[in-house]
């Protein structure tokens, strides 16, 4: 378990570990249990468990009989749907690991093939974000896995559950990113790491290249974002981090005319993270734009017709040929 709990918080996230796998929607709670904490601890449980695909995590009720108080939650299908439901449900988590998950893959790499395919294939849904068309199903793994479509909770739910099939420990951090958001965190080796595949999905650039804005962070790429850090262990490798990996990281002007060089010259754009331009969005774009004119004339390389796009919430800096 990724999870970091109190003993208290331990024992009731198994309590209602337990009685939720057997199926209780209505669940006498013991009368030491800190009511408070309840609701949290059901988008934990569900985080670790999102195979638990006919519990909506969004609806938690409270009631009083008698001496006891009692929790209920909601099903997601009605009785007569969930065995189908179900079945197409595990049946393509199935296809999916089949398909992407290649034999002896490494950690990393069976990481890397669930957020790539979920990026590929899964499309944010804004008419429930919007609250245009509310859909609990995006809520779920249910919505990501078979219908293809979910908001942040229905996303990092399905990611969390192919990591766990995969063999990959992972669990759902639900926090605030400029509103409520939620996001995962995976453990790599002995290593702790944010993937937000959502904003993967949204802030993609270009529909023909992927996206890592958001792949295996630290706590310092979130600082910006909020979550309750006692629940979860500290992240602070950027050992698998994208632009790490790729050596795409520009820490001053050297570096990022030789990324600028390399990239583009092979592939006719430019995918990269800097840490040194601390300028307002507009004036950064000028200035890498300004420099890979700089490179081409240098180099004698044709500068086509081009798209300029900034993450500055990661200063990630993307050009590609229209």
Known sequence: MILRLSDTQKRIYDFLYSEMVKGHYTITLPRDF???SINIIVKLVLGDHPELINFDNCCVYFGRYANAT??????????QEFPAAQKRFDSEVQRI?????????????RVLAIHDYLVNHVVYDHDDASGRKPSILSHTAYGA?????????????????????????????NG??????????VRINSEHYHMDVTWDIRKRANPKVKAYDYFCLS????????????????CNSARYNYFQVTKSFAHNKKQLRE?????????????????????ESARVIDYIWNELLSVATE????????????????????????
């Open 299 to 322: 180099k004698g390389l044709s500068v086509d017709k081009v798209t300029c796009v900034l993450n500055d919430d990661q200063n990630i800096f993307i050009l590609y040929s229209q």
């Open 97 to 109: 690991l089949r398909q992407v998950i290649k034999p002896n893959a490494t950690p990393i790499q």
């Open 176 to 185: 605030m990113a400029g509103g409520e958001h939620a996001w995962n965190m």
């Open 70 to 79: 009692s929790l209920s939650l909601q099903p997601v299908f009605s009785d």
């Open 219 to 234: 706590d310092h790429d979130l600082r910006h974002r909020n979550w309750e850090k006692a629940l979860y262990p500290v």
């Open 259 to 279: 990324i600028i060089f390399r990239q583009y010259k092979q592939y006719k754009a430019l995918y990269l993270k800097h840490d040194f331009l601390h300028m």
């Open 34 to 36: 800190p009511k408070n």
């Open 145 to 173: 896995i078979v219908n293809k479509k979910a908001v942040c909770e229905g996303i990092s739910y399905a990611f969390s559950l192919l990591a766990h099939q995969a063999g990959i420990e992972a669990t759902v951090v």
